[in-house]
Structure formats: structure tokens, C-alpha cells
């Protein structure tokens, strides 16, 4: 009875997955105007820009690469969820956005963050080895952020 029972249970999950697959995430990258983004206006040192490329692009940019396992549910949705916020809160190329004030603002908390440990996220870091920031990763995006007008 408890064998065919555990056999049941897992079809029924697996049907689930299975099912889960047809609720898609959107998984777009908006188009992205040159001179709008964060290089062209703050023209950050080429040190700046590849720490940003490698540790924040994925979920504060247009410019997101989708790995194989943001196309599989139940993972896709927290992917796309975690890209969604990431570029609510703080979009590298929609950087015209941001006033001055802003702008200094945004970049003082990446700073912030990035010295707690608090970005990457962690399960980002844990996908991507090299988003994880060495602490001269980490002076060098404060020395940035400290060098705006």
C-alpha cells in the first residue's frame, strides 16, 4: 500500500513540473539606448565597468544573460522575479533616469551593499563565481561612487 502509494505521489509531481513548464516567465531585455546607460553618462574607469558586467549586469541591466535553468519552473520564476526587481530598484541602462542626486544616491547604496555582503545575491554568487567581489572589487566600486559631484 505505501509503495503504491509513494509511486502515485511521485507522478503527481512530476506531472506538476511538467505542468509548470507552460507558465513561462516574460524573460525580455528591453532595448537599450547607448547613450542612456550607466558608461555613457557616469563614464565609469574600465576597472568599474567589468566588476559591473560580471556582478550586476545580469539583474540591473537590459543587457541580461538567461541561463539554462531560467527556462525551467520552477526556477524561472525566481529568476525573472530577482531580474524584475533588480532592474526596479537599479537599472544601469536606463541610467538618464536618475537625477544627479539620484544617481549619487543609487551608487552610494551599491557601495553600501556590496561592503555587507548583501550583493550579489547569494544564490547569484553561488551560480556565478565570478560575480563574487574580491574586497579591491569592492574599494573600487566605493571609490566610484565616492568620486560623483
Not at 574580491?134 to 573600487?140: F, L, M, P, S
Request: some cysteine.
Amino acid at each position: 500500500m505505501l509503495r503504491k502509494r509513494l509511486k502515485y505521489t511521485g507522478l503527481t509531481v512530476v506531472l506538476l513540473l511538467l505542468a509548470a513548464q507552460l507558465i513561462q516567465p516574460d524573460r525580455t531585455n528591453p532595448p537599450v539606448d547607448s547613450v542612456s546607460t550607466f558608461r555613457a553618462i557616469v563614464k565609469p574607469s574600465h576597472e568599474v565597468m567589468a566588476i559591473f558586467q560580471r556582478a550586476c549586469r545580469d539583474c540591473h541591466s537590459h543587457n541580461t544573460v538567461w541561463p539554462w535553468y531560467s527556462h525551467i519552473a520552477p526556477v524561472s520564476w525566481l529568476v525573472a522575479d530577482d531580474v524584475n526587481e533588480g532592474r526596479a530598484h537599479l537599472n544601469f541602462s536606463r541610467w538618464n533616469l536618475y537625477s544627479p542626486e539620484v544617481s549619487r544616491k543609487k551608487l552610494k547604496e551599491v557601495c553600501q551593499e556590496v561592503r555587507k555582503g548583501d550583493m550579489p545575491l547569494w544564490n547569484y554568487r553561488l551560480m556565478h563565481p565570478p560575480a563574487r567581489l574580491t574586497d579591491n572589487d569592492v574599494k573600487a566600486l566605493c571609490d566610484a561612487a565616492s568620486q560623483l559631484p
